[in-house]
C-alpha cells in the first residue's frame, strides 16, 4: 500500500452544462473543483460501508489543478479518481479530467483530511479502510 498503482479507481461521467461556460467559451476554472468534489465523493460512497458514511467525513484542505486543454458544453467527459498514499489522517487524491480518447483535459491532486463527524476532529485513516482504497476489484 506504498503507492497509488495499485489503487482502487473509479470513473463518473461528466456532461458540462451552460451553466459551466464562462466568457471564454469553455468550463469555468470553478466548476473543475465541483468535479473534484464530486468524484472524490462518489468514490468515498462506493467504497466506505454506510457505517462509515455516518460516522466520518472528509474535509478538503488544499487543491492543486493543472488545467490542460479546455472542456466544452456538450462534450462527454470522464473524472477518473483514486488515492494516494495515506498519511495519518489524510490522502491525497488523483483526479484526472479525460475528454474523447481518454484526452487527458486537466490533472489534479488534492488532499483530504478524515475527520470524526460527531467531534469534527481529525482522525487517523484505519488501515483496514484504506486497504478497501487500494484493493483491486475482482
Request: hydrophobic share 45%; charged share 25%.
Amino acid at each position: 500500500m506504498g503507492s497509488s498503482e495499485g489503487a482502487a479507481r473509479l470513473r463518473i461521467p461528466i456532461h458540462p452544462v451552460a451553466a459551466d461556460i464562462d466568457a471564454l467559451g469553455h468550463v469555468n476554472n470553478a466548476v473543475y473543483v465541483r468535479w473534484l468534489q464530486e468524484a472524490g465523493t462518489a468514490h468515498w460512497h462506493a467504497l466506505a460501508t454506510p457505517d462509515e458514511q455516518a460516522r466520518l467525513i472528509w474535509v478538503v484542505v488544499r487543491h492543486e489543478i493543472a488545467y490542460l486543454k479546455p472542456c466544452h458544453l456538450g462534450e462527454d467527459l470522464v473524472a477518473e479518481t483514486w488515492v494516494d498514499n495515506p498519511r495519518g489522517a489524510r490522502f491525497d487524491r488523483l483526479v484526472r479530467i479525460l475528454g474523447a480518447g481518454d484526452e487527458v483535459r486537466a490533472d489534479a491532486r488534492t488532499t483530504w483530511v478524515l475527520m470524526d463527524r460527531a467531534r469534527m476532529r481529525p482522525l487517523r485513516i484505519p488501515a483496514e479502510l484504506a486497504r478497501r482504497f487500494f484493493a483491486q476489484p475482482g
